[in-house]
């Protein structure tokens, strides 16, 4: 368990989490990287990716 940078909400981190994988936070949106550390994971801001219409 930790809490959201964001908002600063619980937020918890499965037991099962693989590096690289996204969760989001329930309270405000926001969605964060797991990077592995030294003890567990660590959250980094998710890369959003926005529609690419060409221009």
Known sequence: ???CS???ADLSVPNDA???EI???AECGA???LVKAP???ELKPA???GE???Q
Do not use: A, K, L
């Open 47 to 49: 890369q959003t990716v």
């Open 39 to 41: 003890n567990g994971f």
């Open 1 to 3: 368990m930790t809490n």
């Open 31 to 33: 969605s964060f990287e």
């Open 23 to 25: 969760v989001t936070c």
């Open 52 to 54: 690419d219409w060409g």
């Open 6 to 8: 964001e908002c600063d």
């Open 18 to 20: 693989i590096e690289g």
